[in-house]
């Protein structure tokens, strides 16, 4: 089972066509909001070491600054032991309390009553595709900087309605804003993934946040309770969804599986056989390339189907068996916790046959697991591992991994899935 | 009347045993001495044993290095029990009347005679043969890559080698212990044992896979092992060692349940500590060795509600 990540680096590899025309507005721009872009820190109450670091801007007159959850979420996960500071052009600093968040699109509303900033207004619409955008930001704690980039429209196929834009995002402009060319807002800056592929939070999100966070302001110690009711509600939205439509299957060796479930799941396959080698190998890998930021190592909404169908005319039973014993070891979660966030995981395990009217009387052996949320209760990663053993010399290995769910919805998709393979 | 006097090496073992009729023995390293010594710490006329009506006494002459009874330093004439130690210089005697009780002879009884089958040739012959078959069929089955003849004969080798230098350090401690090395019995003991070790491995990976319960066939496994091993080292220890069986069972039993467990002790790490992928039941075996029925996936998702409990 290998590497998937290629999906963000095969994504855009197109650059730079508006960069010439739009220099000039680039230094327009900079001149014009290098006043309204602040820095956003994170810092240990105890020691002032600054734990994170990033940008965000002012919308409204009521000194609202928005920016990334996850520039801020050390602050939401200890309000105790570390306190946002904002500072401004001139270097003045001021402290900031978060009002609201939201964890799944990455995005925090924070408030200061001293702040007196010139707030950027937000766009009406989305500028066509091709046009040139600016996103700004604070990249590496080196100061204001103004990049020039493309808009390449929302992606339709994006769990978390991500825009995908043609410019560089570096680590430090979380939270900026991203500029059609009359400098509206058009996005939240959010993630990079390589060379001058960006990521934004669209300006839809944004302003569906604002207005829910328009009369609120979230006392520190429901924090965790929010967080938990956000990565619920959005786990039943997207798997509401995904569980009540047909999915698509597609033919791996003998066997008709589960694949391209949602559109914004895309798999990749790979035939593995080389000349001395005694067995096939195809492979089948499927995943949704986004996951929403819990903390830092600890990330969650991840969906990933993968397969592979083994096969030998050589090998006897005992060493076919052998080489699925060997295969079948290498399962892990698609999402990264540590211990301090998940609990270990718990299985079961047994010996399954397929549907009724399955024609080649198909078992497998599957193991069941899942680890909760030490903090959001009802919450699991789950991972789902099946090996066919009733034939000597064929098998079919199924695996899949879906992080941040409830029992309800595990197990809903797992029957689904199941169900889903037919053995032909 | 005579009295018996014996040699000992510090680890009771009878070096020499002398019956001497005298009424009073003279010992010392003097030819005119009734009992003569040849240890350089004892004097030419070291100490007197007298038998008497009245029972056993003993009498130091005035010797350099002295004579010794239950630690006190003799400076008069002592009476001493039959069977008790002394110390002359740095020679070990003990001393019986030769009414001495003896204890029972020990009867060569159906295990013995089991055990002597061991040490036939042959039988050491074939079972490290079929140690080696069982180690070729191993290493066959077990092969997903093309056939090499030179990886069967260093799996071989290796198994041969650990057995043969199993069964060599035995013997050479029974050489040195009882004057016998056993070298063809331990040798028999050794592939019997090894090849139990496989068959052991194959029932576990046959039990993991059919009931798919690690816990209890690790553990019964593991009680398994240690009886066996238990019994292995026994043996050895009965054939090249003079220990009683008290201590033959300590030993044997100290180091087969701290072999096995230090060997589990990466698996007890893995089953306890926090670990990112779950651990699972990985072998699998083909088709001819499952014997469980399979359930339906609702059955299956019906008994996963223990894995969501907190």
Not at chain 1, 139 to 153: A, R, Y
Not at chain 1, 226 to 235: A, G, K, P, V
Not at chain 1, 261 to 267: E, L, P, S
Not at chain 2, 123 to 151: G, H, M, P, Q, Y
């Amino acid at each position: 089972m290998k590497a998937y990540i290629y999906f963000l680096q095969l994504v855009l590899l197109s650059s730079s066509l508006a960069f010439a025309e739009s220099e000039q507005n680039a230094k327009e721009l900079f001149n014009q909001f290098s006043d309204r872009i602040f820095k956003v820190r994170v810092l240990e109450l105890s020691s002032g070491n600054q734990a994170s670091i990033g940008s965000g801007f002012q919308i409204g007159d009521q000194g609202r600054i928005i920016t990334n959850f996850h520039v801020v979420s050390e602050y939401v996960h200890h309000p105790d032991r570390y306190k946002i500071v904002i500072e401004n052009k001139g270097g003045e600093n001021f402290d900031l309390e978060i009002i609201n968040f939201d964890v799944v699109n990455d995005l925090a509303i924070l408030q200061s009553n001293d702040v007196q900033a010139v707030s950027i207004p937000l766009a009406d619409k989305l500028p066509a595709k091709g046009e040139p955008i600016f996103s700004l930001g604070n990249p590496h704690d080196l100061g204001l900087s103004v990049v020039p980039g493309t808009f390449n429209g929302i992606t339709s196929y994006s769990l978390y309605g991500r825009i995908h834009i043609s410019g560089a995002i570096n680590s430090g402009m979380s939270g900026g804003p991203t500029l059609d060319k009359f400098g509206r807002v058009i996005g939240v800056n959010v993630a990079s993934s390589g060379n001058q592929v960006g990521f934004l939070i669209p300006l839809e999100h944004l302003r569906f946040f604002i207005d829910r966070s328009e009369s609120l302001w979230l006392e520190s110690n429901i924090y965790e309770q929010t967080i938990r009711d956000q990565l619920y509600e959005n786990q039943e939205n997207i798997y509401q969804e995904l569980l009540a439509k047909d999915w698509k299957t597609s033919k791996l060796g003998q066997v008709i599986i589960p694949q391209e479930i949602a559109q914004y799941i895309q798999c990749w396959g790979e035939n593995y056989h080389q000349d001395d080698q005694k067995y096939e190998y195809i492979q089948s890998d499927c995943l949704a390339n986004e996951s929403i930021y819990i903390s830092r190592g600890f990330n969650t909404g991840t969906i990933l189907l993968q397969y592979a169908w083994i096969e030998s005319q050589e090998l006897n039973p005992f060493q076919f068996y052998t080489l699925l014993t060997l295969e079948g070891t290498a399962m892990s979660p698609d999402n990264n916790a540590s211990e301090d966030d998940v609990t270990k995981f718990k299985c079961h395990e047994g010996f399954v046959k397929a549907a009724p009217n399955d024609q080649a009387l198909a078992v497998s052996k599957v193991a069941f697991c899942a680890r909760e949320y030490k903090k959001y209760i009802g919450i699991y990663d789950v991972m789902f591992l099946s090996m066919s053993v009733q034939d000597n010399n064929r098998s079919l290995l199924g695996h899949f991994s879906i992080s941040g769910v409830s029992e309800d919805t595990a197990l809903k998709f797992l029957a689904k899935y199941f169900n889903g393979i037919t053995w032909q | 009347m005579a009295i018996i006097i014996e040699v000992v090496a510090v680890s009771g073992k009878v070096l020499e045993r002398h019956r001497l009729d005298q009424k009073e023995i003279t010992i010392g390293r003097a030819y005119d001495n009734h009992l003569i010594l040849s240890d350089n710490t004892i004097d030419a006329h070291h100490a007197v044993i007298s038998e008497t009506d009245d029972g056993i006494f003993i009498n130091d002459l005035n010797s350099i290095n002295g004579l010794r009874y239950k630690h006190d330093r003799i400076k008069e004439s002592k009476q001493i029990n039959s069977g008790d130690e002394l110390l002359l210089g740095k020679t070990h005697l003990r001393v019986f009347a030769t009414n001495h009780a003896v204890a029972e002879a020990v009867s060569i009884g159906r295990q013995n005679q089991i055990l002597n089958t061991f040490s036939q040739p042959s039988v050491a012959i074939i079972s490290l043969l079929f140690l080696s078959l069982l180690v070729s069929l191993e290493a066959w089955s077990s092969s997903i890559a093309e056939f090499k003849l030179r990886e069967y004969i260093e799996a071989v080798f290796v198994i041969d080698a650990i057995v043969i230098i199993y069964a060599l350090i035995w013997g050479i401690v029974g050489k040195i212990v009882k004057h016998a090395m056993y070298f063809k019995t331990q040798l028999s003991l050794i592939s019997l044992y090894m090849i139990l070790s496989y068959f052991m491995q194959f029932i576990y990976d046959l039990l993991l896979f059919n009931t798919l319960n690690y816990i209890f066939v690790t553990v019964v496994t593991v009680i398994l092992e240690i009886v066996l091993l238990n019994y292995l080292l026994w043996l050895s220890l009965e054939f090249s060692t003079n220990l009683s069986n008290i201590k033959k069972w300590f030993f044997s039993l100290l180091v087969a349940i701290s072999l096995i467990l230090l060997s589990m002790y990466t698996e007890i790490i893995n089953h306890t500590e926090f670990s990112v992928s779950p651990s699972l039941i990985q072998k699998i075996l083909p088709p001819i060795l499952r014997m469980v029925p399979s359930k339906t996936i609702e059955e299956f998702i019906e008994e996963s509600s223990d894995i969501f409990t907190h």
